[in-house]
């Protein structure tokens, strides 16, 4: 018995060792993981200092970039306007600019898009005003650029402040359209119901330019299958309007479906955006909405959008 009670005993003491042992592991892993959090606040303090530090030091580069490029530069001011847009869609537009050095002999040009013209002196202010087309990328196309003649020397700067890029935003109302829902196909048939909704902008202060018809146009692989007026829909109501949209239509697999918004304006531009598009393929179906806008010329020519 008492044989017993010893290795009882020793079964005790072993399993007390093992519990102190786990408890000042526990303690020893929770101070470790409060120093691996200690560690962690300052690395973290650390990048802030190293982000803020970088933004300052990019924030003197910008601004000696800026003065070295003010100092290197042959102008003193420059300035640009747009006018009214012209029957013909283009915009008139009007560059000022004052050169660092002007003599009785200095002379300027202006040259954009492939066209030079001279520039007019009215004291020290050299003027230019050429129309521009208002779809047109200068981004693309390059940056304006003058040139300053005296003494038969001529030395040329380009733009590169002026922003003349796709100009229609500012001349030509807007136009929005989504279809989101869900559609049902079964024996060459599909039930579309979708929350169908439209909204138009119009164009800014300095155009008189407004939507004059706004149609919904449906196509199968490409084929116009019918097309509603929605004119009083939208414009009756402050140029946004929603409904719910329920149809059955015609399609097999591989077929492509498209829900478009057209609306043409007052100068005969024609907006196409995509509401809704559905696509089947092997039983897997896709149904897609797009956002964005193709705006056409009256002829049909594309001017604008994805495709261009």
Known sequence: MEEKRNKLGKKGWLLIGVTLLLVVMILRIAGLKSEIDNL??????????????????????????????????????????????????????????????????????????????????????????????????????????????????????????????????????????DGVGHSIHSSNQMKVNLDFSVHSEPASENSDVTFTKLERVEEVNGKEIDREDITDQVLGNDGSFSTHYSKTYQVEKGDELRVYVIATDSLGYIHKTLAHQWFNLDGDSTETIFAGEEIYAPDGTLLYGMEK
């Open 40 to 177: 962690q606040n300052k690395i973290n303090s650390l990048e802030n200092h190293v982000y803020n530090y970088e933004n300052q030091i990019n924030a003197i580069y910008n601004n000696v970039d800026q003065k070295l490029k003010e100092e290197a530069s042959l102008l003193a001011g420059s300035d640009y306007s747009f006018g009214k847009l012209t029957d013909g869609g283009k915009v008139p537009f009007t560059v000022r600019i004052t050169p660092k050095e002007v003599t009785e002999e200095t002379t300027m040009t202006l040259t954009m898009d492939g066209e030079t013209l001279p520039m007019k002196r009215e004291g020290n202010e050299f003027t230019a005003t050429l129309e521009i087309g208002m779809f047109i990328d200068y981004d693309e196309v390059g940056n304006p650029k003058v040139e300053i003649t005296e003494g038969g020397i001529t030395r040329s700067e380009y733009l590169e402040n002026l922003d003349v890029a796709y100009l229609f935003t500012c001349y030509l109302p807007r136009v929005e359209a």
